[in-house]
């Protein structure tokens, strides 16, 4: 097989491009492509999506009708190997049966799994529930339907591969379509990718505490992804956010720099971080400098299990009297580092005594669970990628 297609459901943007391993794929000899479905399956988040930085390349195609979509599909020839980094639902079942009546080879991808405390996720569950509007009945009796639990059953084929992360990968609702025919190609999370490409890589800086920027509540990004809702509030957030920071400078002598989201537009050092400095695209970097990693719920909280880097977590009455989501992700990705998240908004009875230590049995654990399995090949995900398929042409 000499050619890849990359069927995806967000906007295309540069960044991307190093991500998917565009030029290391096309160093193996492979020729790229992309299938873009996000104006069908999310066209709210389509059209609102920055367009600055868009990917501009001849060898993506954006389909904007579901027919076209399929027709395409039915045009793809056997040398294809089609990577599919769709979520299977009612909106998707379509492609998926295009694939396998094209009889094309196909591989899943369950890198980035992230722990999932089972007792939140059946409270998540109860509530939703309990809170079902009559409206919404048929989407989610349709997300129960469609889902790779009962793919088999639908007509969809298992892959030839699954690409894998850490050892929970295997925990993924995506096992339910894999058949003993299938390969399950361990390699790691993105941010590993990450970590190899910086390895050499060393900031200046001393005394410094890492804040993981996320882009709400200031800016809208995750937001705009359909089932990701956010909480927070600029005017309630970063006044208490900012008295949190001033807490750590002062008790734990470190200067608090911002780590800011690809998708964050801060200036330098804007009022609403308290005119701390705001560093862009350089989240690995400052984490390996660091002394002390914050974090609210994002997935860059690898880096610091890579880089052995204490971490604190924190939480908001806003966050805390929502519905399950974000509360959930805090909870669960503290619990499994053996954290407790603290509440920005009740700071008078604050211990940052233990918060400066770090278990190494627990990074340990997190990093084979949820970043790389532990005895797995240390190469770039998709170099991992293109030396299996070459076994299979």
């Not at 873009?36 to 709210?44: A, G």
């Not at 956010?241 to 050092?269: M, Q, T, W």
């Not at 627990?362 to 949820?370: A, D, E, G, I, L």
């Amino acid at each position: 097989m000499r050619k890849v297609i990359f069927f995806i459901s967000s906007p295309l943007y540069d960044r991307d491009i190093t991500r998917f391993g565009y030029n290391l794929l096309k160093k193996n000899k492979l020729d790229i492509s992309f299938f873009n479905f996000t104006p069908i399956l999310y066209p709210d988040f389509y059209r609102s999506a920055e367009k600055k930085s868009r990917y501009k390349g001849h060898n993506e195609i954006i389909f904007f009708n579901m027919n076209d979509a399929l027709l395409e599909i039915s045009k793809i020839e056997q040398d294809c190997f089609v990577v599919c980094i769709l979520h299977y639902n009612f909106l998707t079942h379509r492609v998926y049966r295009a694939i396998s009546k094209a009889k094309l080879s196909y591989g899943l991808s369950s890198i980035n799994v992230l722990p999932n405390n089972q007792h939140y996720k059946a409270s998540s569950f109860f509530k939703k529930f309990l809170n079902l509007r009559l409206s919404s009945l048929r989407s989610k009796l349709l997300g129960q339907i469609f889902r790779f639990k009962y793919a088999k059953l639908l007509g969809i084929n298992p892959p030839a591969v699954l690409i894998a992360g850490g050892g929970n990968s295997l925990y993924s609702e995506v096992l339910n379509l894999v058949d003993p025919t299938t390969d399950i190609l361990w390699t790691h999370t993105y941010d590993y990718d990450t970590y190899l490409n910086n390895i050499n890589s060393d900031l200046s800086l001393n005394n410094i505490a890492v804040f993981i920027d996320a882009p709400s509540p200031m800016f809208k990004h995750d937001s705009l992804i359909p089932g990701i809702h956010s909480p927070l509030t600029v005017e309630k957030y970063y006044p208490s956010l900012c008295n949190f920071f001033e807490i750590l400078e002062n008790n734990l002598g470190l200067k608090v720099v911002i780590a800011s989201h690809p998708y964050s537009r801060h200036d330098n050092n804007p009022e609403y971080f308290g005119g701390r400095e705001v560093f862009n695209n350089m989240t690995s970097e400052l984490i390996k400098a660091s002394n002390l990693v914050i974090n609210r719920n994002s997935t860059s909280i690898n880096f610091a299990v890579i880089y052995n880097k204490p971490v604190i977590f924190h939480t908001s009455d806003e966050i805390e009297l929502s519905p399950l989501g974000m509360k959930d992700q805090i909870k669960s990705m503290s619990l499994a580092l053996g954290k407790l998240p603290i509440n920005i908004d009740h700071l008078s009875d604050i211990s940052l005594s233990n918060e400066m230590t770090i278990n190494t049995q627990v990074y340990s654990q997190y990093k084979n669970s949820f970043i790389k399995k532990n005895n797995t090949v240390d190469l770039p995900i998709w170099q991992i990628f293109s030396n299996w398929l070459k076994t299979k042409s």
